[in-house]
Every structure is written in structure tokens, then in C-alpha cells.
């Protein structure tokens, strides 16, 4: 683990702390570390799951004839 000095803006930290239930700057910083880019890999998961489906490559008429959902 990389140990820095940074400066932070101390009511978005708090503010951070309250949002994520930790209890440390350390944890806190982590943890918001963690959700960017957890964030980001989802957004990244859904766009390219949309561009296969736009593209005809991801078809669901089988699960919504299964599920009753075809119109």
C-alpha cells in the first residue's frame, strides 16, 4: 500500500464517512476509491452488454416467449 500526504476537503470527507459507515480518513478514502471503480466497471459492464444487444448478437425473444413477455 502506497502512503501520500494529501490535502481533502474536510466536509466532502465527512460527509464521505457518513455516506459509506467507516469510521477512518484511511477507510474512508479506500472505501470511496473502491466504489469509483467498482462504478465505472459497471458502467463499463452495461455499455458494452447494450452495444451487443443493439447489434442483434444478444437476443432475449426466447426468455420472454419462456416468460410470457412477447407482445
Do not use: P, Q
Not at 6 to 13: I, K, R, S, Y
Not at 33 to 60: M, W
Amino acid at each position: 500500500m502506497t502512503k501520500i500526504l494529501v490535502d481533502v476537503n474536510d466536509a466532502m470527507l465527512a460527509e464521505a464517512m457518513e455516506l459509506l459507515g467507516t469510521t477512518t480518513k484511511k477507510d474512508t478514502v479506500n472505501h470511496a476509491l473502491e466504489e469509483v471503480v467498482a462504478r465505472h466497471r459497471r458502467i463499463r459492464a452495461f455499455n458494452e452488454l447494450a452495444a451487443l444487444f443493439d447489434s442483434g448478437r444478444l437476443d432475449f425473444s426466447d426468455l420472454e416467449k419462456e416468460w410470457g413477455w412477447e407482445e
